[in-house]
């Protein structure tokens, strides 16, 4: 499996449930990991259509953040 293909059925995944939860609540928070490897992931879900972005409240985690050098 290619990593875009994997990226698009991550992407698919967390679509379904960011509008279920959406559905449930009225809203839903969601935390996204930064790095490369997340690209296709990304590119694949901001293409998914009728996600509720609006009702989304979305946080990027940083890794780097409190790691001391």
């Known amino acids: 499996k290619t ?3 994997l990226g698009a059925v991550a992407a698919e995944r967390v ?3 960011i ?3 959406v ?9 996204f990991a930064t ?3 997340q690209f296709s992931f990304l590119a694949s879900l901001i293409k998914i259509p009728n996600i509720p972005w609006d009702k989304v409240e979305a946080f ?3 890794e780097y953040v409190g790691i001391s050098d």
């Open 19 to 21: 509008k279920s939860i």
């Open 60 to 62: 990027h985690l940083d």
């Open 3 to 5: 990593k875009e293909l």
């Open 23 to 31: 559905k449930e609540k009225g809203y839903a928070r969601v935390i």
């Open 15 to 17: 679509a379904a449930k």
């Open 35 to 37: 790095g490369a490897s």
